[in-house]
């Protein structure tokens, strides 16, 4: 690959005198100057001064073909030449959006009693989350229980940074930030084995019990008062926190008990990254209404909404008359045929089985090996994301003080040998593109057993290790 000629400093003299970042201390980044993406190609991206960096983070989740994909930017292309823009408000839509709309309704699987036929666009994850949270209120007051408010999150759940995501997302450092969340939406503790589970219990036996804390949270507040539950079938950003196999079959059985909302907030989870279209097939569960963004076009436009499942759609469409509330970029014409052609490659190049059958148990077998390593406490796959954990005693997995910044300083030696892996504390995560090959697969190992064994040594000698 051969990188465009870019001056960096000039870049970043700009970005650092102009451009305020996303969850960026900016003084502290205008301090040593941004790192200069120019290029990318598969599941490689370059930066300006030619450096190539295996993106296992597949950008912030979301290139799920990878990157280079001459396919969708010739759909891009040709949209815009024909119609890149028109609205949705006015009784009017345009041929990509119907068309998206209906294939999205042919792949998320019916379960049980529900069927997703409907969706509703937006551009984003956090955008989605709002219409959801403007949806479940609708429908309660559709249904005449207006008193129905209370939407529970869950602790380390991310659902988007506006109010409502920020809200909705249980991020203490977001939430300190803005008198948030915003009033009816509280929080249950996360299902993080790993931190929460006795000593002594077993996961399916902590599943159950983790899935209690709803029990206990609906009854808290009065379950006449509850609208909805939302969650991530695996939290992404909280650090890839997979629930035990016993959670989400139980959180069904409360939600129906008390006959409130389930959300599932796939931004992350869906279009293959867990080895099915919809993660709500593989973990048991039947949602009302699915959040998607991110992979829907591998992110190489913006895209985001909702899949409105037919208990919450039949209410808005045959009781709702008018719904206030939508996006000038609602179904835009140029994201919806990015996202056509998007699938139309995951179903050709059959990703979403491949990651299923083969790359994802091979990422799995691989990944198992680093628990032997002195560093890792634990190691742990679900399809195509994974994460491990930093410790300082590895008999007893005792954590590192988090002062010590051991993930950041494992993200650092990342970097500097060319791997891009993501630090949620002393979490170090990847999400690679659904296209990894085994090959790639055994570079990537190889080099988190590099950066490993940095991190370690960096530890031993400063005295951290017990
Ligand atoms: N829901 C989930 C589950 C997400 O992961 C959003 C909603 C919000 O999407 P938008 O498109 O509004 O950003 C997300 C986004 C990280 C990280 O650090 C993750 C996300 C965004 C930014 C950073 O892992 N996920």
């Known amino acids: 690959m051969t990188t465009t000629a870019v001056n960096t400093q000039h870049i970043q003299a700009m970005d650092s005198a102009h451009f305020l970042h996303p969850f960026t201390d900016f003084k502290d980044l205008n301090s040593r100057g941004a790192r200069v993406i120019t290029e990318a190609k598969d599941i490689y991206v370059w930066d300006s001064e030619g450096r190539r960096m295996l993106d296992a983070m597949s950008g912030l989740w979301c290139v799920n073909v990878g990157y280079g994909r001459k396919e969708l930017a010739d759909a891009a292309h040709t949209q815009m030449m024909q119609l890149p823009y028109y609205?949705?408000?006015?009784?009017?839509?345009?041929?990509?959006?119907?068309?998206?709309?209906?294939k999205l309704a042919s792949l998320a699987p019916t379960v049980g009693d529900r069927s997703f036929d409907h969706v509703f666009y937006s551009s984003s994850g956090s955008e989605s989350n709002d219409s959801n949270v403007r949806m479940v209120r609708r429908y309660w007051d559709l249904l005449g229980q207006p008193e129905r408010k209370v939407i529970i999150g869950r602790v380390n759940g991310y659902h988007g940074s506006t109010m409502a995501g920020a809200s909705l997302g249980g991020m203490s450092g977001m939430h300190a930030q803005g008198d948030l969340p915003i009033p009816n939406i509280t929080h249950i503790e996360?299902?993080?084995?790993?931190?929460?589970?006795?000593?002594?219990?077993?996961?399916?036996?902590?599943?159950?019990?983790?899935?209690?804390?709803l029990e206990q949270k609906i009854l808290e507040i009065g379950p006449e008062k509850v609208a909805a539950f939302i969650g991530e079938p695996v939290q992404g950003a909280g650090g890839v926190i997979i629930p035990p196999a016993t959670y989400w079959p139980e959180i069904q059985r409360i939600v129906d008990k008390y006959g409130i909302l389930l959300v599932s907030d796939e931004v992350i989870c869906a279009f293959g990254r867990v080895g099915h279209w919809f993660a709500y097939e593989k973990f048991g569960y039947k949602p009302d209404l699915v959040t998607f963004a991110k992979a829907i076009t591998s992110g190489y436009i913006p895209l985001g909404g909702v899949m409105v499942g037919n208990r919450v759609?039949?209410?808005?469409?045959?009781?709702?008359?008018?719904?206030?509330?939508?996006?000038?970029?609602?179904g835009h014409p140029v994201a919806c045929a990015v996202a056509l052609a998007n699938l139309e490659i995951m179903e050709r190049?059959?990703?979403?089985?491949?990651?299923?059958?083969?790359?994802?148990p091979y990422l799995a077998q691989q990944f198992a090996k680093l628990s032997d390593h002195p560093l890792v406490g634990v190691a742990e796959t679900c399809g195509l994301m994974a994460g491990l954990v930093l410790v300082k005693n590895k008999a007893h997995k005792t954590p590192f003080?988090?002062?010590?910044?051991?993930?950041?300083?494992?993200?650092a030696h990342c970097f500097a040998n060319g791997l891009i892996m993501r630090a949620v504390g002393d979490r170090m995560i990847i999400a690679p593109p659904l296209t990894i090959t085994h090959a790639q697969i055994d570079e990537l190992m190889?080099?988190?057993h590099k950066v490993l064994d940095l991190t370690l040594a960096d530890a031993r000698a400063a005295l951290w290790m017990d």
């Open 87 to 102: 609205n949705s408000f006015f009784q009017t839509t345009n041929v990509p959006a119907a068309t998206l709309a209906a």
């Open 190 to 213: 996360q299902p993080y084995y790993f931190e929460n589970a006795l000593p002594g219990e077993s996961s399916d036996a902590f599943g159950l019990r983790a899935a209690g804390w």
């Open 313 to 330: 759609a039949k209410v808005l469409i045959e009781q709702g008359g008018e719904f206030n509330h939508g996006y000038t970029y609602s």
């Open 349 to 360: 190049e059959n990703l979403v089985g491949r990651v299923r059958d083969d790359v994802g």
């Open 401 to 411: 003080p988090s002062e010590l910044e051991v993930g950041m300083r494992c993200r």
């Open 446 to 448: 190889g080099l988190i």
